[in-house]
């Protein structure tokens, strides 16, 4: 009500805000008062970014890291996968993306990731 900020303002408030209180009203009053600038961290619009295809390696290879998959070791899968990006440069995304998923025991991820591979390959 009027009266309430008039009271409020009389009595030496800076600034009043009734209720319910506004997110961006009190972000504004807080910014004047205090001298601040807010940062936001609302991601900026995303840039087109080219993404490499995902090459998958030779059949043999997928079957080992299939194998490895299945037993969980995911330590192997990941110096399979470095061992891919060395060997290949056309590999190296694909590797990138497995390895990734292995550190993070994505155990599913990985498998389905190699599961489709084989599929291309077919």
Request: aromatic share 4%; charged share 30%; net charge negative.
């Given at each position: 009500?009027?009266?309430?900020?008039?009271?409020?303002?009389?009595?030496?408030?800076?600034?009043?805000?009734?209720?319910?209180?506004?997110?961006?009203?009190?972000?504004?009053?807080?910014?004047?008062?205090?001298?601040?600038?807010?940062?936001?961290?609302?991601?900026?619009?995303?840039?087109?970014?080219?993404?490499?295809?995902?090459?998958?390696?030779?059949?043999?290879?997928?079957?080992?890291?299939?194998?490895?998959?299945?037993?969980?070791?995911?330590?192997?899968?990941?110096?399979?996968?470095?061992?891919?990006?060395?060997?290949?440069?056309?590999?190296?995304?694909?590797?990138?993306?497995?390895?990734?998923?292995?550190?993070?025991?994505?155990?599913k991820a990985v498998?389905e990731l190699i599961?489709?591979?084989?599929?291309?390959?077919?």
């Amino acid at each position: 009500m009027e009266s309430d900020r008039e009271k409020s303002l009389v009595a030496g408030a800076d600034a009043f805000l009734p209720k319910p209180v506004n997110a961006n009203d009190l972000l504004h009053i807080l910014e004047a008062r205090l001298g601040v600038t807010w940062i936001s961290t609302e991601a900026a619009p995303a840039e087109e970014v080219p993404v490499d295809p995902l090459i998958a390696p030779p059949a043999g290879d997928l079957e080992m890291l299939y194998n490895l998959a299945l037993r969980g070791d995911m330590r192997r899968i990941q110096e399979k996968a470095d061992s891919l990006a060395q060997t290949d440069e056309n590999y190296k995304s694909f590797a990138a993306k497995l390895s990734r998923l292995a550190e993070d025991f994505e155990t599913k991820a990985v498998l389905e990731l190699i599961k489709h591979s084989m599929e291309e390959h077919q």
